[in-house]
């Protein structure tokens, strides 16, 4: 299915792709995009349980680097603390400089992008707020609730987010979820 949607993403443009090498059984990242990529994934993460999870590129015509990451759900608490040290030292690292940390983040604001006390894993979003980093899209809607993942019983959660380096976040001009994926049935 990966093959089909970097397929589908070229068809409508995007035909600057980098993507993680994974097996046929496994997740992987793809990023995508009009403008030319160039991959900086540090060379001892790509073969790590990070690297599986951790995509990393600059987009030299944009002045930014780009780090897409998916956390694993609550059941992988190994790989899920890993992958937060590291984002969490990544951004550090890039906090004066222009980058995004983006991707499904599978946490969000306990009682904002999810009801109630559902979230673990908010400090992780705490500390990339107290080194600055904005919430692309919470920035831009303050109050809105809007999901980007359903459960089973229908539940909305925001779980994917692009936070944004404060020597990035004042090029932020609109954030929005395309929902067209789901709504077509390319999910």
Aim: charged share 20%; hydrophobic share 35%; aromatic share 4%.
């Amino acid at each position: 299915r990966g093959g089909q949607l970097a397929a589908v993403l070229r068809d409508h443009g995007w035909n600057h792709q980098i993507n993680t090498a994974t097996s046929t059984k496994a997740n992987g990242l793809l990023l995508a995009s009009r403008l030319p990529l160039t991959e900086q994934t540090a060379p001892e993460l790509r073969d790590s349980k990070v690297g599986q999870r951790w995509l990393e590129c600059g987009i030299p015509e944009a002045q930014l680097t780009l780090a897409g990451l998916h956390i694993p759900c609550r059941g992988h608490a190994t790989s899920r603390t890993s992958l937060w040290k590291h984002a969490v030292q990544r951004a550090r690292s890039s906090r004066h400089t222009p980058f995004v940390l983006l991707g499904d983040l599978n946490t969000g604001r306990n009682g904002i992008d999810a009801p109630a006390r559902t979230f673990d894993c908010t400090q992780r979003l705490g500390e990339l707020a107290a080194m600055r980093f904005t919430d692309a899209w919470r920035s831009l809607h303050p109050t809105e609730r809007e999901g980007t993942w359903a459960g089973p019983l229908d539940q909305q959660h925001r779980i994917d987010q692009a936070h944004l380096s404060e020597a990035l976040a004042h090029r932020l001009v609109s954030a929005r979820h395309d929902h067209a994926v789901i709504e077509e049935g390319l999910s």
